[in-house]
């Protein structure tokens, strides 16, 4: 019985954190974006990178995330193999380090329409400039875009 | 008649014993009975849960790495499953539980937990029977394991393998997932075809090494008085009881004189009815000393060897190596061909070459023709046993002091998911000290060929009664330690 709890439980647990606990970390109505940098193809990707799928599995580039004028954004940035670095210029925000295997948050208001590029700002591997992708942000006036 | 029979007996005794007892007979090594002086741990080791209890933690830290390598982060040194594992555990294996607690590790491992669930369908409790062989009920096919494959060849040839790949092996958390993935399946699998534990004797690579190294350990478990077992009629121990299982290792207590197979699960302490099993503790390094087949010989080779490439491979300087065995990044495989293909060589033929020329050479200088050359190459082996065991201790400590920080890291973020349980997350790597690596790993070597000799010179006093020609068979085989150990200093301090 103890055994079959523990099959169980641990699972129920991790998922509960995934699915609930880290949502609240945040304002209500942040929009969480998970972002992670692959080296290899030079790719930010946010589909989730584990042990299970990193080796055979090449994963989707997200070379544009939409988003709503007003949103609260959160990104939660991780590097799946060497030292990433990322930056959306438009906004003045980083370059933050996100080191392999480290989670990096880092947050910014939608609050214009437009297209903000983010892109990794140091020459990380041989597919560097690869690493680069867009948030479109939609609504508002035109005029008062980015 | 019979006071002539019997004084031509005792005439023949005592001439036999001039004969083939050695002049200078080593004496006998202490030992100190635990259960006699703490009952109360005799008490603990009785309790029929005893087992599942210090299983329970490592079962479930074990459901959480295999979780951590399939869905947590790739990057090995922010998973759990790496970091306990390969750094952690690890170094605590071989450099605390083998020395100190001879094969500990067994009573608490959790890959045979669920094979002995559908052996025995019962965690805790025993079920009498009649088995055959045993006087237990056990489910399953329970056949025997081929004689043929009744040694440590497989143990040998599956560590060989998986250290071939060892670069990924402890770099990346799914190939670990995976491999002890597979290593529950097998033990589950055969556990329902085979009888008791066959896969720990006979396939689970990391017994081979156990097996082998607990001969140096400073515990045994053994029975208080042989002549007890003798008279003994239940044979309890290894045919189980209403109060213990049959011995998961098929050893009769009676005969146990070293400790390689014994998995110290303390079932026949449990099930003994004249309780006459205790836990001892005995001199470290030359307690067992006897190797009894080729295959405990080579194993003796290959970990002594694997030391040495594994030091090469993941302390050394030379980055061309460590991409020869890094196949999945650097993907050169002609150089992983080359590394493979060496590390089989000197393992399996270039170092145990060299052992049978010391040994041969040693019969030669002693002029040993009355030893066989077999006989020699068995027993002086024993000198690789301690010596590797401090190789391997000297290779992993540094391990521990560079890249200890990672465990702090990594306990707050198990899976490299963002978490911070414990607010330790981002705490950075720092190497403890990493300017004492080498002075921390030279004496640890030093050892090693201490109690190398040491060891040497117990199995040589055992053969060669003449003190003249036992010395001089010593040289040979004494010059090959000194040998390995000055490689390792050089690889070690430089």
Partial sequence: ?146 | MAPVVALRGEVMAKLTSQVTAPVEVPPQAWRFDVFARWPRLKRLVQMRSFQFLVIVPNLLLFYLFLIAGLFGTPVGNKNIIIVFVWILWWVVLIALMVPFGSRVWCTMCPLPFFGDWLQRRAVVKVRPGKSPGTANTFFGLHKRWPKSLSNIWLQNFGFLLLATFSALLVTRPIVSAMVFGLLILIAAIMALVYRLRTFCNYVCPISGFLSLYSMTSAVELRSVDKEECLKCKSKACIRGSDKGWACPWNIYMGKLDRNNYCGLCFECVKSCPNDNISLFVRPFGTSDVVLRGYDEVWKACIMLVLALTYSVMLLGPWGRFKDWANISEAHDWSGFGLFATGQALLALVIFPGLYYLSIRLAKWYARADAVPTKELFLKYAYMLVPMGLLAWIAFSVPLLMVNGSYIISVISDPLGWGMDLFHTADFPWKPLRPEWVPFVQAPILLAGLYFGLKGLHKVGCQLFPDAAQRHRSLVPPAVLLLGVTAVFLKLFVG
């Fill in chain 1, 1 to 146: 019985m103890a055994v079959i709890l523990v099959l169980l439980g641990l699972p129920l647990l991790l998922w509960y954190w995934r699915s609930d606990a880290l949502v609240h970390r945040y304002p209500p109505g942040t929009k969480i974006i998970n972002l992670t940098a692959i080296a290899h193809g030079g790719i930010w990707t946010r589909e989730e990178i584990a042990g299970l799928n990193y080796w055979w599995k090449k994963p989707t580039r997200a070379t544009e995330i939409p988003l709503n004028e007003g949103d609260h954004v959160v990104v939660r940035l991780h590097s799946v193999d060497v030292l990433h670095s990322f930056a959306i210029p438009l906004l003045h925000l980083g370059p933050v380090d996100v080191p392999a295997g480290h989670t990096v948050e880092v947050k910014f208001n939608a609050d214009r329409p437009g297209v903000l590029t983010f892109l990794c700002w140091q020459v990380c591997s041989p597919d560097h400039p690869g690493l680069h992708g867009r948030f479109l942000v939609k609504g508002g006036e035109p005029e008062e875009s980015w």
